[in-house]
């Protein structure tokens, strides 16, 4: 999971621009990259720990879809910000002697909440939505509405307009 954000940021070009936090924020995951594969039990427990932390973003009771999603991204904002989350990022760093990169820690952070935000929301092909053609009436309502609202907005600035000309 952790690899997968790192190999992600390493191929986006927002992180190949000439500023200095992209250059660093690269640095540091070009080292992360080749230290994640030769340390693999530290990044499970990494990973195990970030997990954890998430975990608590889709624990909602809320009865409507709307109040769950609205939980979520609530506790997911909480749990980023918090002194914890920014100290296991900070200890991950330290195994690669590498400064703090917020913007690496965020990227990732994003990245694997994504991936556990689908696992826990997979998309359904059964949920896409088809809509019917339009009857004659509903087409002849439409266009009358749509007109009548392009005539009232003429009149109505045409009368502003005429009333300044005075």
């Known amino acids: 999971m952790l ?3 790192v190999n992600a940021l390493l191929e ?8 200095p936090a992209a250059y660093t924020t690269r640095q540091v995951a ?8 030769a340390n693999f039990d530290k990044v499970k427990i990494f990973e195990k720990y970030v997990l954890q932390c998430f975990s608590k973003c889709f624990q909602s ?11 979520m991204w609530s506790t997911y904002h909480a749990v980023r910000t918090s002194k914890r ?3 296991m990022w900070t200890s991950l760093l330290k195994h690669i002697s ?7 820690c965020q990227h990732l952070g994003d990245t694997m909440f994504e991936d556990l935000i689908a696992l826990h ?13 339009l009857t004659l009436e509903e087409m002849y309502g439409l266009r009358y509405a ?18 300044t000309q005075k």
């Open 146 to 163: 749509a007109g009548y609202i392009v005539r009232a907005m003429k009149k109505k600035n045409t009368n502003v307009y005429t009333s």
């Open 98 to 104: 590498a400064p703090s990169s917020p913007i690496l």
């Open 85 to 87: 989350y920014h100290e």
């Open 3 to 5: 690899l997968k954000g």
């Open 121 to 133: 929301y997979p998309k359904s092909d059964s949920c896409s939505v088809t809509s019917k053609a």
């Open 30 to 37: 070009e080292k992360l990259a080749v230290w994640i594969p």
């Open 12 to 19: 986006d070009d927002s992180f190949k621009i000439s500023t």
């Open 61 to 71: 009771m809320a009865k409507t879809q709307k109040a769950r999603r609205e939980n």
